[in-house]
C-alpha cells in the first residue's frame, strides 16, 4: 500500500458527510483535551517535578554552608552558657558522584519527557476515539430517523391502498411491524448517544455538538508498512522512554562505582562558647579551622560492590525492557496498519453496496406503485439501505480510529497531527 492508497480513503470519509459550518472537528476537540484536559495536565507537573532533579543533584558539588547554636543551664557548675558555630564545605573532588548523579538526572528527564509525550498521545487518541465513536452515534442517529421517516410514509400509503382493495391486511402489518422495529433501533441508537456523549464530555472537556471530519487524512501518515515500522523503531515514545532510561542506568552504575573513590572537600568552621555564670568573669571562647578533607573508603562490609552489582543488573533489565518495548512498538505498528487497511477495504466495499442499495429501493418503490413489487420487497430494499449506511457510518469511525492508532504507534500523534 503506499500514500495514493492512504489518500483514497477521502472520499470514504467525505460520502454523505457535508461539513456544517459550525460543526465541531477533531482539531477542536483535540485541541480543547490538549488545555484541559486533567490527566495531560497531571504529567506535565510530574514532569516539571522530575525536572527539579537535575538541579538537585548539581547541589551535590556546590558550596554548603550552615549555622548551628545552643544555649542552656548546667546544674552541676551553676553556670548558663550557649554557643555558636558556622561551617561551610566545598566539594573539590567526588570521584564522579556528582558528574554521574547529574548525568543519571538527566536520562531520568529524558525519559521522563518521553513519557510524557506518550500520554499526550495516549490522550488524544482517546479524544479521538471519543469522536469517531460519536461521529457513529451521531450518523446512525440520522439513519435510524430517515428509516422511519420512510417507514412512516410507507405504512400511510399501504393503509390508504389497503382502504381502495390495492393491498391486504397482511402488507399493512408488516409495514407496521418494520415501524415498530425501526424505533426500537431509534432508542439504541438514542441510548448510545448518550453514552458515548457523557464519554466526550469527560475526556474532551466539553459538550458535543454536531460533529463533523474534516476533508483531509493526517499527513503524518506513513505511506508503507516498512515506513511505518522505522518511524516506530525510530519515534515511538515508549521505546524513545526505554532508551533514555538505559542511558540513566549506565550513569548510575557509574555513580555505584564511584562511592568506592575517595573525595576532597574544602572545610571550614568558626564559632564560640559563653560562660553567662553569676560571677563576673564571664569569657567567650572562640575557635577558627580551615583546611582540605581526604575521604578514602578502606571497607565498607561489601555494600559498594553490591551497590555496583545492583545496578548493573537493573541495567541489563532496563536493556531488556527496551527490547520488548521495541518489540511492543512494532506489533502496534502492524495492528493499526492492519485495522486501517481493514476498514479501508470494507469501506469501499460499503459505500458501493450503499449505493447499489439506495438505487434498489427507488426501483423497487417505483415498481410497488404499479402493483409489480410486493410490501415484502419493500422491507426487504429499505433493510438492505439501512444495513449499508450503517456498516459505511461504522467504517468511517475504524478508519479514524485506526488512523490515530498508527500515528500514535509511530510517535507521530500530537496537536499538529491533525
Do not use: C
Not at 142 to 150: N, P, S, V
Not at 342 to 366: H, P, T
Not at 393 to 417: K, P, V, W
Amino acid at each position: 500500500m503506499n500514500r495514493a492508497l492512504l489518500l483514497a480513503t477521502l472520499p470514504l470519509l467525505g460520502l454523505g458527510m457535508a461539513t456544517p459550518a459550525t460543526a465541531e472537528t477533531i482539531h477542536d476537540a483535540i485541541a480543547a483535551a490538549y488545555a484541559g484536559n486533567p490527566a495531560l495536565a497531571a504529567a506535565r507537573a510530574r514532569q516539571e517535578a522530575l525536572g527539579e532533579t537535575v538541579e538537585q543533584a548539581r547541589a551535590g558539588g556546590r558550596l554548603t554552608a550552615s549555622v548551628e547554636a545552643e544555649g542552656g543551664y548546667n546544674r552541676f557548675d551553676y553556670g548558663k552558657g550557649g554557643g555558636a558555630t558556622a561551617t561551610a564545605a566545598l566539594p573539590i573532588w567526588t570521584g564522579g558522584r556528582v558528574s554521574s548523579a547529574v548525568r543519571a538526572a538527566r536520562g531520568d528527564v529524558a525519559a521522563g519527557a518521553e513519557g510524557l509525550r506518550d500520554t499526550e498521545a495516549a490522550v488524544l487518541e482517546a479524544v479521538v476515539t471519543a469522536f469517531a465513536n460519536l461521529l457513529y452515534d451521531q450518523q446512525s442517529l440520522e439513519i435510524a430517523q430517515a428509516d422511519i421517516a420512510l417507514l412512516d410514509n410507507q405504512v400511510a400509503d399501504a393503509r390508504a391502498r389497503f382502504k381502495l382493495g390495492n393491498a391486504t391486511r397482511t402488507d399493512v402489518a408488516r409495514l407496521e411491524a418494520q415501524r415498530a422495529s425501526a424505533g426500537a433501533t431509534l432508542a439504541g441508537a438514542q441510548a448510545s448517544l448518550a453514552i458515548d456523549s457523557a464519554r466526550y464530555r469527560a475526556t474532551v472537556g466539553h459538550e458535543p455538538g454536531t460533529l463533523a471530519l474534516g476533508p483531509n487524512a493526517p499527513d503524518a501518515l506513513p505511506g508503507t508498512l516498512d515506513q511505518a515500522r522505522e518511524r516506530a523503531l525510530a519515534a515511538n515514545p515508549l521505546l524513545r522512554q526505554s532508551q533514555r532510561a538505559i542511558e540513566a542506568q549506565d550513569a548510575r552504575v557509574e555513580q555505584a562505582r564511584a562511592g568506592g573513590r575517595p573525595t576532597v572537600s574544602l572545610d571550614g568552621s568558626y564559632g564560640y562558647d559563653a560562660n553567662l555564670a553569676a560571677s563576673t568573669d564571664r569569657t567567650f571562647p572562640r575557635a577558627s579551622s580551615a583546611g582540605l578533607t581526604l575521604r578514602i573508603p578502606i571497607l565498607t562490609g561489601g555494600l559498594i560492590r553490591s551497590q555496583v552489582r545492583q545496578a548493573e543488573a537493573t541495567r541489563r533489565a532496563t536493556e531488556y525492557d527496551s527490547d520488548e518495548a521495541g518489540r511492543e512498538a512494532v506489533l502496534a505498528v502492524d495492528t493499526a496498519w492492519a485495522a486501517l487497511i481493514s476498514a479501508k477495504a470494507q469501506g469501499d466495499a460499503n459505500a458501493q453496496s450503499e449505493q447499489a442499495a439506495d438505487l434498489a429501493l427507488k426501483g423497487v418503490r417505483a415498481e410497488y406503485a404499479f402493483g409489480l413489487r410486493s410490501t415484502l420487497d419493500i422491507l426487504v430494499a429499505d433493510e438492505s439501505l439501512r444495513s449499508a449506511q450503517l456498516a459505511l457510518a461504522r467504517n468511517r469511525s475504524d478508519l479514524i480510529i485506526a488512523q490515530a492508532a498508527l500515528l500514535h504507534a509511530t510517535g507521530m500523534l500530537n496537536q499538529e497531527a491533525y
